[in-house]
């Protein structure tokens, strides 16, 4: 018997953190919450959806008649341009505040209310992705810490079901971002090599967790996966931020997003829902050796399109806690086809 | 206008990280997912509850007929007694493993199918607080991490809503124990005094964020909340861990907890779900005076019984964020009745 069918723990080396493996509980009944299927077709074009081509928002400003991506600033965003952050004066030592300085902004995918990256042409895809890009650079010249990221569907809270992302980009450095960062340089300077290279290439020769690879990147469920599906994207090429992507980069890019998000949609086949996001290298380093460019995948789903895991009790107050083994999950994800389920013969 | 009216980040002493607020976006519009309500009554006993006296389990065991409380083995639990953890060969340095070793158990809070901790009489509540004291104990004598815990609620994974908690016992500490051990103990070795004794006198002389208070417990809505209406449960008498409660230590917290679940289902007169647990100074320390006992609830709930918080996208890959300030959370639970809604004379 394998080590990995006994309830074990696995070290995440990006965060410091253990999580928990239980592989034999994944039949236990299930008499709780179920995830509603956003059954029906959407339409193309949704009059009162705020992020289609020519509608008003709640602000009353016009989206523009958009024929790929469109970008604007959040109405509602949860950062705003305002004072740098600075020591501020507080009140106890255990009052610790800082005002935040930063923009958010939503990112639309495509001008077709009833898409996701998973229905969508490559092309179209490596349209969003020079869109990221784009913004990425322009941002990096006032904040060094950008979040590019995608909650979608109504399981990740995700409020519009048009296709659409987010960046939020700002003076300080999120919390995710410092502790992955301590973490990479911790390994560099101790080992001399970069964190994700040497996962890389401890992937590249087992195979057991991968999930899809082309020229320039790498799908694996990471072997410390918490979230049943979860996947990690991960530059080939020794990038650190999306500023650097090269042309072919940006194309092998697309091609993988559109063949993960695709055996997604088809492992319950439902309109799969994650959280994704980019973490780049911080733009306020001199040296960005120890990082590399990588996006995570959360996807909630567990056992079918409406049964999701819960990160409640256990998983919040003690560790992650997770019930088949990544190199399950990723056996199951490379089982399916390649072709979306809206798409085959009948 | 006062700096908490402007987004701003405010840092968390127990875990070392940050939490970005943002106290106007409250009033966004929300089009996405919202929770059931559960609205019918419960009834009392329900034939087919694992759960309720008598009944049988999945596994074929029989419930006793008990009266107060009842705490089993859990048939479908993610740990079970297995080799003790070590140092383990594992096939590369970023494949880190080990073995767990430990115990699920259930702990029935009622025979009464329909009740909550909001509804039951404190002196039931009593007979909870010292199951888990006298498990704790018990425990205790083979394992050094007890993570004693509750989710409430369909939307906080309970597979059942018969009133129950649960209590995962274990070798290893778990990654949340460790990183509140590391930075309390790294708090009294600058300070030469506790963490949570000094946010104790910060709150104590504050007052803005306190829910409830007696002689023994303060709740607080803490300066670095994440959950919308998250409380800190905090012992007023330098406890480090469940075993030490004494009697009125136990009924003191009984009615605390009375009182705070109580707030809880008023303030959008439903059965506010949670999920809640304690923290305990790990067993294997010989000096525990850096740490106090303490409990977190996390609710989901952000604007009504149907509308929650999703910790998504920027969330799970940046930091916590929050729409309501910690100050104006602890008014709101403040404000509400101390008799339960069922209860209001009509
Ligand atoms: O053990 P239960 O109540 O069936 O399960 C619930 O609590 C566990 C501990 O927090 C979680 O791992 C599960 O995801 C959740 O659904
Ligand atoms: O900005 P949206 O899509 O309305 O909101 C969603 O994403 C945000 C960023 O992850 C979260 O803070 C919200 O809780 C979530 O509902």
């Known amino acids: 018997m394998s080590v990995f069918e006994s309830p074990h723990r696995r070290y995440n080396p990006l965060l ?25 077709e959407l339409p193309v074009y949704e009059s009162d959806c705020p ?25 509602f965003g949860a950062i705003k341009p305002g004072p740098v952050p600075s020591t501020v004066e507080f009140s106890h030592p255990l009052a610790r505040f800082e005002p935040v300085d930063g923009v958010c902004r939503v990112v639309c995918f495509s001008p077709d209310h009833s898409k996701t990256l998973a229905d969508m042409a490559i092309d179209d895809i490596t349209r969003v992705v020079y869109t990221w890009r784009q913004h990425y650079l322009e941002l990096s010249n006032h904040y060094p810490c950008i979040h590019i990221f995608e909650n979608k569907g109504a399981a990740m809270g995700c409020s519009q079901p048009h296709p659409h992302g987010q ?46 690879e082309n020229n320039h990147w790498i799908v694996v469920v990471p072997y410390w996966a918490k979230w049943p599906f979860e996947t990690l994207l991960l530059t080939k090429s020794g990038l650190t931020d999306m500023g650097q992507l090269d042309e072919q980069q940006v194309e092998a ?26 973490h780049n290298a ?14 995570h995948f959360y996807p909630p789903l567990l056992r079918s399109a409406t049964v999701k895991k819960f990160m409640v009790g256990y998983e919040m107050l003690a560790e992650s806690q997770r019930d088949l083994t990544p190199e399950r999950a990723a056996h199951l994800l490379r089982e399916v086809s390649g072709v979306h389920y809206s798409k085959e013969a009948q």
């Open 253 to 278: 890019l697309a091609a993988i997003l559109s063949e993960l998000t695709i055996r997604y949609d088809n492992l319950f086949r439902c309109r799969f829902p994650y959280s994704m996001g980019w």
């Open 16 to 40: 410091d953190e253990w999580v928990l493996v239980s592989p034999h509980r994944n039949n236990r009944p299930w008499q709780g919450a179920v995830e509603a299927v956003a059954g029906e």
């Open 51 to 75: 992020l289609c081509p020519g509608n008003e928002r709640a602000n009353g400003e016009l989206n523009a008649d958009y024929q790929h991506t469109f970008v604007f600033t959040n109405d």
């Open 282 to 295: 911080p733009g306020d380093m001199e040296d960005k050796s120890h990082w590399r460019l990588h996006a």
């Open 167 to 212: 960046i939020w980009a700002h003076q300080h450095r999120s919390s995710e971002i410092e502790k992955e960062n301590a973490c990479q340089a911790a390994y560099f300077s101790e080992e001399a090599s970069c964190l994700l290279d040497d996962y890389l290439q401890m992937e590249l020769a087992d195979g057991s967790r991968t999930v899809a």
